[in-house]
Structures are given as C-alpha cells and as structure tokens.
C-alpha cells in the first residue's frame, strides 16, 4: 500500500467513529463496541514500530511455520496460534500465508536490546500489582507512606527494604531497569525541557560550580544527554551524577568520562551547594 494511500485509510479510519459519534445519541452497547473497535484498528494504523512495545520479539529472518516455531519454543502449536493470533491483530508479525509468519516493523522492534529491557520493565512490574488487594487487606494505611513497606516490597517478600534496594539486590531485574530506563528516556527526552546549551557564557563565568547536579540521575543517561547537547561536556563546570550507593558502585559501577559520580541519598542533606 502507497503512503498516500495508507494516509487516506488513516482519515477515513478517524472520521467513521466520529460520524458515528455525531450521528448516534445517546450511545449504546453495541456502538459502544463498534466505536472501540474502529479506535483500535486506527490505531493499529498509526503506530510505528516504538509504539507497538508490547511485546517481546522471537528472532527469526525470513518466515517461520507454525510448527516449526512452536518445536522451537517448546510449545503445542494449537496453543501457540492462539497467542500468535492476538498479536497479529496488533501488527505485531505478519502471517503471509495461513500458519506462516515474519516479522513485522512492530516486532522487529523487540529484537533490540533496550527496547526488550523496557518491555521486560513492565511486564516485571504487573505481578506487583496482583497483590496490592492483599497488601491493603494486611496494611496499615501510613503504610503506604513507609518506603520499607511499599506495596512493592510486600509483593517481592522484601519488606524492611526499599524498592531500589530490591532492585539492586537482583542483577538481572536491575539489568532490565537501568536499560529500560535509557529507552524511557529516549521516549521522554530531556533536552528541550531547558535550554542547557544557551547557558554557556553564565557556566563559563564561574567553572567551579557544579553545572548539573543530576539527583536520582540512575546510570547517567540525562547527563550524557546533556553533555552532547553542549558540545561533549559542561562548558568546563562539575557535571554531578548522584544515586544510591548501589546503583553507582554496585555490580556495574558507573564510570562516565567528564562526570562526577557521588553516592548520595536524597533524603539526606544536599552536599552539592552551589
Ligand atoms: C526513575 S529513576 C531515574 C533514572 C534516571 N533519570 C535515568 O535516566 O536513568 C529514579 C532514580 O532514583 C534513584 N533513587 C531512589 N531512591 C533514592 C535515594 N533515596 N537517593 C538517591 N537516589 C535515589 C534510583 O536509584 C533511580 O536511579
């Protein structure tokens, strides 16, 4: 399909449930139902591969048969079309022939690094959200308040620790994390929220300020940001990385050229004055 053409598919796809809308009230179940589905394959229409991260990529070229990819995957191929089948729908893969598939640009997306670690992020975080019925049933409601008894400590079994030291305390979730985190800050850049590079004359008058002080800042990645927006570094000021221990010097420990990495907990005093 031309783009011209995909484009005109994608208004009139947009301008059926708004005459549907204008036309019927007051609404009911089943245009309810029509509305949401003409929506979702809209949608379906307007995602790129990114926005499709939902799910996680199997690596294949070319095409693969289903029974082919089930012997693969260990999986009854009468289970797994039922699995493939709900994707499909989201143009994640493509089935050129009946029980034959390749990837699509949306699942092609999942064979990158990052962008599997953020799906994983996610998908890690939801059995947290299954027992927060429990934790409710069982807690005090300051509780929630407490980062020693967050609804999130009580799913992993961890209370008396907080969330990040959960994380650090298992190299393969913080692995997941702080390469998720790069792709979330790829989805939500930090450049243009502050006009770093227009502070160079201002940074240059006093080098010995700390130009950013990235708290909470995780492995660097805004700062990294920042320093290639100015040019590879921070105009000859401090640029300051703080996180907990753990995450600084933990497995990993976190070396980035022209960046000051200090432990720091936030809930204690600000060393950084000026
Ligand atoms: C949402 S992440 C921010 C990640 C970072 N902006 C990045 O791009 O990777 C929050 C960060 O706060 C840190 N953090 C949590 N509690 C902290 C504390 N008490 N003191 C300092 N850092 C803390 C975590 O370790 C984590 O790296």
């Known amino acids: 399909m031309s783009s ?5 598919d994608l208004i009139s796809g947009a301008e059926k449930p708004l005459a549907a809308l204008k036309r019927q009230q007051p609404l009911t179940r089943e245009t309810r139902t029509v509305l949401l589905r003409q929506i979702d394959k809209l949608r379906c229409g307007l995602q790129g591969p990114v926005d499709a991260m939902h799910f996680q990529g199997t690596v294949l070229d070319g ?11 260990g999986w009854e191929p009468a289970v797994l079309v039922r699995f493939i089948n709900v994707v499909l729908i989201h143009g994640i893969f493509e089935e050129p022939e009946p029980r034959v598939y390749k990837h699509s640009a949306s699942s092609t997306a999942f064979r990158e690094d990052a962008i599997r670690a953020y799906y994983r992020l996610g998908s890690w975080s939801v059995p947290s959200w299954w027992k927060v019925s429990d934790y409710l049933k069982t807690h005090a409601p300051e509780d929630v308040y407490d980062p020693l008894k967050s609804p999130f400590s009580y799913s992993r079994g961890g209370e008396g620790q907080t969330y990040y030291q959960l994380l650090e305390a298992d190299p393969a979730f913080s692995t997941v994390w702080h390469k998720g985190m790069a792709q979330a800050a790829l989805l939500n850049p930090v450049l243009g929220m502050f006009p770093f590079r227009d502070m160079r004359s201002a940074v240059e008058a006093e080098p010995g300020r700390a130009f950013v002080v990235d708290v909470g800042g995780g492995r660097g990645n805004a700062l990294v940001d920042v320093m290639r927006e100015c040019g590879g570094g921070g105009f000859g000021a401090p640029m300051v990385l703080q996180d907990l221990e753990e995450v600084l010097l933990g497995e990993e420990p ?18 950084i004055k000026k």
């Open 254 to 271: 976190v070396r980035i050229d022209g960046v000051q990495v200090m432990p720091h907990d936030f809930y204690n005093e600000q060393p």
């Open 4 to 8: 011209c053409a995909a484009e005109n």
């Open 63 to 73: 095409t693969i048969g289903l029974e082919d990819l089930a012997s693969k995957m």
